[in-house]
């Protein structure tokens, strides 16, 4: 059974920075796009970064300039660096693993980490 692995999340001050990290085993990691989407309390889920395997990057527009993704395909690894960190921030951020392109054809999330920001 496929467990996404999420760490790093917690509580920063308005401007900090925080790096969150998501563990993939048993996935086929390094072909897959993947991806971190975020949700607030009472809104949507919503797209924060993806990143494809051939490390083309998208970002949502409230974040773009301010946080980073990245991959390490040796570690079935996705990073999130986030820098300049606003109180609009504040979410459960969720990794995932996108397969639907596969013969697998699944879509893994992990079970999500919060952030929170605030004075």
């Known amino acids: 059974q496929v467990q996404l692995v999420e760490s790093g999340g917690g509580l920063v001050q308005p401007g900090g920075s925080l790096r969150l990290s998501c563990a993939a085993p048993?996935?086929?990691?390094?072909?897959?796009?993947v991806g971190w989407y975020r949700q607030a309390p009472g809104k949507e889920r919503e797209l924060v970064a993806t990143?494809?395997?051939?490390?083309?990057?998208n970002y949502g527009e409230s974040v773009k300039g301010r946080f980073t993704i990245s991959r390490d395909n040796a570690k079935n690894t996705v990073y999130l660096q986030m820098n300049s960190l606003k109180p609009e921030d504040t979410a459960v951020y969720y990794c995932?693993?996108?397969?639907?392109?596969?013969?697998?054809?699944?879509?893994?999330w992990g079970q999500g980490t919060q952030v929170t920001v605030s004075s």
């Open positions: 048993g996935t086929i990691f390094s072909i897959s796009p």
């Open positions: 995932n693993v996108d397969e639907t392109w596969s013969s697998r054809g699944r879509n893994y």
């Open positions: 990143i494809t395997r051939g490390a083309s990057t």
